[in-house]
């Protein structure tokens, strides 16, 4: 009894840690959000020169006001169908930490929706879906009105080897 009220104060104490502004968008009728402090800048989409020899995910670079900054398909990413962009595909440029050097990406995604203010209370951990299945890249479940919103550490979306990758490519 002692154990699951010290993981329910843990679990409290870690959603109060994610409370804040999160930059929400949808791809395959999901919703997901990351934090705002990461994004740079929300684009249209533009020419993107591919780079061989990289995973599929990995669309190329963009030149963004005379700095090459790679793209990853975040659909693609996370193993859904490819689809084709449309008026509403975007590319969100993020700022993540890799190594202690700062690293832009930009994100393609289906639409970009609002700026959300959600609280620490509204945010719940990540489900078990057994041991097979990484989450690690999964903050928690933020509970709207609406829905449910998939919080992303989009600096985790990439593994370490994969950040390499992509750091090379820029």
Request: charged content about 25%; hydrophobic content about 40%.
């Given at each position: 009894?002692?154990q699951?009220?010290?993981?329910?104060?843990?679990?409290?104490?870690?959603?109060?840690l994610?409370?804040?502004?999160?930059?929400?968008?949808?791809?395959?009728?999901?919703?997901?959000?990351?934090?705002?402090?990461?994004?740079?800048e929300?684009i249209?989409?533009?020419?993107?020169?591919?780079?061989?020899?990289?995973?599929?995910?990995?669309?190329?670079?963009?030149?963004?006001?005379?700095?090459v900054?790679?793209?990853?398909?975040?659909r693609?990413?996370?193993?859904?169908?490819?689809?084709?962009?449309t008026?509403?595909?975007?590319?969100?440029?993020?700022e993540?930490?890799?190594?202690?050097?700062?690293?832009?990406i930009?994100?393609?995604?289906?639409?970009?929706?609002?700026?959300?203010?959600?609280?620490?209370?509204?945010?719940?951990?990540?489900?078990?879906?057994?041991?097979t299945?990484?989450?690690?890249y999964?903050?928690?479940?933020?509970?709207?009105?609406?829905?449910?919103?998939i919080?992303?550490?989009?600096?985790?979306v990439?593994?370490?080897?994969?950040?390499?990758?992509?750091g090379?490519?820029?």
């Open positions: 009894m002692a699951h009220l010290e993981s329910d104060q843990i679990a409290k104490r870690n959603a109060n994610m409370e804040g502004k999160y930059l929400s968008f949808s791809m395959d009728r999901e919703e997901y959000g990351i934090g705002i402090l990461t994004v740079k929300i249209g989409m533009m020419r993107i020169t591919p780079v061989p020899q990289t995973p599929d995910y990995v669309k190329g670079v963009i030149n963004l006001r005379g700095k900054i790679p793209v990853i398909d975040l693609l990413r996370f193993g859904m169908n490819s689809k084709a962009y008026e509403r595909t975007c590319i969100i440029v993020v993540i930490e890799h190594d202690s050097r700062t690293l832009q930009g994100i393609v995604v289906d639409s970009v929706s609002e700026v959300l203010s959600i609280k620490g209370s509204d945010i719940e951990e990540t489900p078990e879906f057994g041991t299945l990484n989450t690690d999964i903050l928690g479940m933020a509970k709207t009105a609406e829905n449910v919103k919080l992303l550490d989009i600096a985790r990439l593994s370490a080897s994969e950040m390499e990758l992509i090379e490519a820029a």
